[in-house]
């Protein structure tokens, strides 16, 4: 019967694994190595970590230069409200002054008319109505002769304010009492009254006086 060696078929040869190699060598130069890696890594760790604070450094001035500038903004933007809150109460106090400028002008309109037509009223002569529009004034009266009615006529034309008058009619009826003559007549004529001009300025240079004659020779 054969005989088997289990023991020498138990026994494999045992096969030496193989070491891998450090990526950095070790001792002398590879430790000089490894020290500067890792000092090239913390060196670049701050130099990014510089870089992100001058930046954050940086916007931080531009959030305070946006800041000032917005709060200017602001105050110019409350100094054009009051501009214009002045601009349109100005506005208005002028209209105002305006409104009561024309009517001024308005009252004195008919009051001068008034003076005018009254100083011009010769004797012998009386005034029954007077209507007067924008620019033409119409007037009823009556007188006791045609001559009373031509020197009312004439006088009212020396007004520089009165353009040329016109008799619309003049017709004569049956007066009472002692004068049996009345004449009514009718006239019309425009007016336009001038707006005083301003006083001149004080101070204001008099006009330069005319060159003297040359002597004769």
Known sequence: MPKINLLAEGKRPVVARKTRAPLVPTGG????????????????????????LFLNHKISGKNEEIRVAQKEVDELQQVIKEVEQ????????????????????????????????????????????????????????????????????DNLDRVEAFQEPVLQDATQRAGRGVRTEVYDFRLAFGYSFKKPQPAAAEGAAPAAAAPAAAPAR
């Open 86 to 153: 002045y601009k349109a109460k100005k506005a208005e106090l002028e209209r105002k002054i305006q409104v009561i400028n024309d009517l001024k002008e308005n009252q004195r309109g008919p009051v001068q008319i008034m003076d005018e037509v009254s100083k011009a009223v010769p004797e012998l002569l009386w005034l029954t109505g007077m209507d007067v529009s924008a620019n033409n004034i119409l007037v009823r009266g009556s007188a006791f002769n045609t001559s009373a009615i031509a020197n009312f006529i």
């Open 29 to 52: 130069s590879g430790e000089l190595a490894n020290y500067l890696l890792v000092a090239g890594i913390v060196l670049g760790v701050l130099v990014f970590v510089g870089w992100l």
